[in-house]
């Protein structure tokens, strides 16, 4: 990252501090130019665990892969230069692994900091973070948002190599990392315990890089709906006429995945045409339903996500087969 001598002795005491014993820190140094090379070289040199890898600034996605080859343990840890970690962050998450060896990806709840200078977009994001504590928490929401935060994960290396590591396709890496994990039937499970401290600032990644807007998100979300849930043609409505769902709908249409109809519960977009397709009300949802359709939820605030649920329930649909909340 640009500028992260200024957070790196936060990072570097994290570290140090953890419980656990027994681990190998692999430091990848992308090219910085702001003394954080040095500073890391100084932390080898009085840290046998510490290995500095220098490289030509290529990326996230390059970085990531480097730091993953280097690695040679059998479970591998992640974490940003600019955050922190309580003290028994590795401890706890290990052991949840060592308890559950049919668990393949170990989170916890994270924390923004510094908590005064936290938007509330932020704050609302790593509320709905920490309430999706289980694998079926996370596979049922995660087409909704990133269901991970990707520093606080421990994922079994092998889980990792068997999908190619990262990838560099043009949405967020650790969303599409999430996805691909999920697809090849790897179990996800959290500490509930905020055990990770992830700083938020202006020139986070998230904020600047184009590989992290709203659109990208999308078109992440609709390549794996196509190929998951919407695989074999099945018929998809999708609830939500505004503009969530409308650009759901154009990813969607960039998968050869055309929805069928819309539905909305707002009168004015009632008998509109939307993509191509009617708006229609949700008491029409009924007759609109056959066999094989698929619901998406695509509306942005979650107080009106609980509501849809709740009436799609009402009809007789199974989140996760009949429906799903994407958005």
């Known amino acids: 990252m640009r500028d992260a001598a200024p957070y790196l002795e936060a990072c570097i005491r994290s570290v140090g501090r ?21 500073r890391l070289d100084a932390w080898a040199r009085s840290d046998p665990r ?10 996230l996605v ?39 060896p049919e668990v393949g990806v170990a ?3 994270v924390c923004h900091v510094p908590v005064h200078r936290v938007g509330e977009g932020a704050r609302l994001y790593a509320r709905w ?8 928490d996370v596979m049922r929401e995660r087409f909704v948002e990133s ?13 990792l190599e068997r999908i190619g ?58 390549h794996f709906l196509a190929r998951g849930p919407l695989a074999g043609g099945r018929p998809v409505i999708v609830w939500g006429a505004g503009p969530t769902g409308r650009r759901l709908a154009r990813a969607l249409e960039g998968e050869d995945v055309r929805p069928a109809a819309f539905v909305d519960i707002d009168p004015a977009k009632v008998g509109r045409v939307v993509r191509g397709q009617q708006v229609h009300p949700p008491g029409k949802l009924a007759d609109l339903l056959g066999p094989d359709t698929v619901v998406l939820a695509a509306v942005a605030s979650r107080g009106a996500r609980d509501e849809i649920r709740k009436r799609l329930r009402g009809l007789g649909l199974v989140e996760g087969e009949g429906f799903w909340c994407a958005s």
């Open 18 to 38: 953890q419980s656990f014993t027994g681990f190998e820190v692999v430091t990848v140094d992308d090219g910085s130019s702001d003394g954080s090379g040095a």
């Open 50 to 59: 510490v290995v500095v890898l220098h490289r030509p600034a290529a990326g």
């Open 62 to 100: 390059a970085a990531l892969n480097t730091g993953l080859e280097a690695c040679r343990a059998g479970i591998v840890a992640r974490m940003d230069a600019d955050d922190a970690a309580h003290p028994r962050r590795l401890e706890e998450q290990v052991r949840l692994l060592d308890r559950h």
């Open 107 to 109: 989170s916890c709840m």
């Open 129 to 136: 973070l920490n309430h999706l504590l289980t694998h079926a």
């Open 147 to 159: 269901p991970i935060a990707h520093p606080s994960a421990v994922v079994r290396r092998g889980l």
């Open 165 to 222: 590591g990262y990838r560099d396709v043009g949405w967020p890496e650790d969303y599409d990392l999430w996805l691909r994990l999920a697809e090849a039937g790897a179990v996800f499970a959290k500490v509930p315990r905020v055990l990770y401290f992830w700083r938020d600032h202006a020139d986070r990644l998230t904020r600047r890089d184009y590989r992290y807007a709203k659109e990208m998100f999308l078109r992440c979300k609709a």
